[in-house]
Nanobody, 122 residues
Framework: QVLLVESGGGLVQPGGSLRLSCAAT????????MGWYRQAPGKQRELVAM???????NYVDSVKGRFAISRDNAANTVVLQMNNLKPEDTAVYYC????????????????WGQGTQVTVSS
């Protein structure tokens, strides 16, 4: 019931910046938290940043001070601004959203985007 469409990503040199965007569409009552995960080759998927509907944020230690997550609740979009990128940030980045379906006390739904590649290399 929740479709996540990602944009952004690509190839950037170390120290550069990229901006990832994700829009949630479909049928739901409310989008609760939205966030970004990443998975590098041979590694487990990890949380990069998360933001709640009340704008509380959480970041993995390795990106604190470099990445910033923000959202537009009215548009159901989330943006990850990535600055001072490092080669170790190279990974496939996935948008995630946890929604409440149908009504205020309805069931929850955990959804994922298709993933977008971020490569940091000189």
């Amino acid at each position: 019931q929740v479709l996540l469409v990602e944009s952004g990503g690509g190839l950037v040199q170390p120290g550069g910046s990229l901006r990832l965007s994700c829009a949630a569409t479909g049928t739901f009552y409310r989008i609760n938290s939205m966030g970004w995960y990443r998975q590098a080759p041979g590694k487990q998927r990890e949380l990069v940043a998360m933001i709640t509907s009340g704008d509380h944020t959480n970041y993995v230690d390795s990106v604190k001070g470099r990445f910033a997550i923000s959202r537009d609740n009215a548009a159901n979009t989330v943006v990850l601004q990535m600055n001072n990128l490092k080669p170790e940030d190279t990974a496939v980045y996935y948008c995630n959203a946890f929604a409440t379906l149908y009504y205020s006390s309805g069931p929850g739904s955990d959804s994922w985007g298709q993933g977008t590649q971020v490569t940091v290399s000189s």
